[in-house]
């Protein structure tokens, strides 16, 4: 535990100042002071006086490289904090070309966080790259693919993806996983340079290294948002490595709570949503799985709703199928019955999704009155989601009962605005059944 006037710094700081010199006491003062200033004045006070300080040190002669690796921790801090840190600027590119790795791994923060793919300065950063790229150090050649993602723009590209493709071949994973990065970063920003990304995709889907291959499938949500015809021969190869996941043959080093993969298991199921999608054919092929998806979700975590969450996404996104949908909609239900507003308010998204889609099991009893029970939440967003639902749900059979409830809130509630809401549902619903409840009595 932290000793009584001790300073907890930001994460991506404590590793800065070396094994065992610790940050400085000025540092400290200024993160102390940031986190105790009491208005948004008195915070750019503290960094404006602070950015007057490091303009005077930056400019003297006999400053250690120990000094400025702080100066431009402290300069870091000034420009998250929303202030122009433009002092530093050449300095962080300085740093960024020296040979000791914890300063060229402050320098390639700064100059990451400072600037920006269209400054003028990053010219004199490519040579650094390219050398970097070239290094038998794995640790600079990932920060080299790291910075390149951020600052490279389309005129500097040639310069560095030559080297990016060799790296796609390296025998170290985060290195391959980094330059597949660095590929899906450069296609962005210039497809045309890069002719053949879906082999390279393709290559790195079948990476034995389950990172590199979460990083590929970047790469083709980018390529079939483009144009999802052109991948459908992709549907069998996303399926099957989907079930690879779910029967924990993927490296237990990537699940999380208890969950296989969980985030390549959601980028999986957007793609094979864009596959799917006005598309019976492919939708047949991903059917099994999506089931199989569904029967493997847990609520035991917050991570375990998200894939249950993405999972029914898809299921509403390709070629409709009844027994998919009643399967996704008895999942859902859990998320009404949860104890945060959060996970309640995508249950009721998702189930107006599933009821316009034509699943009949949200219609059941039980699940009217879970909906129902959702307009005691106080969210105001989360009762307006609760009231377009029950206009979807609401039948002849069951208007009366819909309706005395929500008579039964109007009667209790102060909120003007929602019972202004409540109002329209119900007048909304009384016309709509009127017919059907004259020609009844």
């Known amino acids: 535990m932290a000793s009584k006037g001790s300073v907890n710094l930001p994460s991506f700081i404590t590793g800065y100042y070396g094994p065992s010199s610790g940050s400085s006491r000025a540092f400290e003062s200024l993160v ?58 050449v300095e962080a590119i300085k740093f960024a070309q020296q040979p000791n790795i914890l300063d060229k791994r402050v320098g390639y923060l700064a100059a990451s966080l400072f600037l920006h793919e269209d400054h003028e300065l990053i010219v004199l950063l490519i040579n650094t790259l390219q050398k970097d790229l070239r290094s038998t150090n794995v640790v600079e050649v990932c920060f080299a693919l790291t910075v390149a993602c951020k600052l490279i723009n389309k005129d500097m590209m040639p310069a560095l993806l030559p080297q990016v493709l060799e790296l796609l071949q390296s025998k170290r ?26 082999e390279l995709a393709k290559k790195a889907v079948c990476d034995n290294d389950p990172g590199v291959v979460s990083s590929s499938l970047h790469v083709f949500y980018e390529l079939i948002k483009a144009d999802p015809s052109k991948y ?43 596959l799917g999608a006005d598309d019976q054919k492919a939708s047949k092929k991903i059917y099994p799985v999506l089931g199989k998806t569904l029967s493997k979700v847990n609520t035991n975590s917050l991570i375990s709703y998200a894939v249950a969450y993405e999972c029914t996404r898809t299921i509403t996104s390709i070629y409709p199928d009844k027994d998919l949908i009643d399967k996704a909609a008895r999942c859902v239900g859990v998320f009404l019955v949860a104890k945060t507003n959060d996970i309640k308010y995508l249950g009721i998204n998702t189930l107006t999704s599933l009821i316009q889609m034509g699943s ?4 059941e009893p039980a699940y009217q009155r879970i909906v129902i029970d959702c307009l005691d939440a106080p969210d105001e967003t989360l009762k307006r989601k609760t009231l377009d639902l029950l206009c979807h749900i ?42 059907t409840y004259i020609q009844r009595v």
């Open 32 to 89: 102390r002071a940031i986190g105790e200033s009491k208005s948004k004045q008195e915070e750019d006070r503290i960094a404006k006086k602070e950015l007057g300080v490091l303009k005077e040190k930056l400019t003297q002669r006999d400053t250690s490289t120990k000094q400025m690796r702080e100066y431009l921790v402290r300069l870091i801090y000034c420009e998250m904090l929303g202030h122009n840190a433009s002092i530093g600027y």
């Open 173 to 198: 994973d985060i290195v391959r996983k980094k330059a597949v990065m660095a590929l899906q970063s450069f296609y962005m920003k210039n497809p045309s340079a890069i002719p053949d990304v879906r």
């Open 232 to 274: 459908k021969d992709l549907v069998n190869g996303f399926v099957n490595l989907q079930k690879t996941i779910l029967d924990g043959k993927m490296a237990k080093d990537y699940d999380y709570h208890g969950v296989a993969a969980p985030w390549i298991q959601m980028k999986l199921l957007r793609l094979m949503g864009m």
């Open 360 to 363: 009949g099991f949200v219609m």
């Open 394 to 435: 609401t039948s002849a059979a069951n208007v009366e009962t819909v309706c005395e409830k929500l008579l039964s809130y109007l009667k209790s509630t102060t909120d003007t605005y929602f019972r202004t809401e409540l109002v329209d549902r119900i007048t909304e619903l009384a016309e709509r059944y009127l017919f």
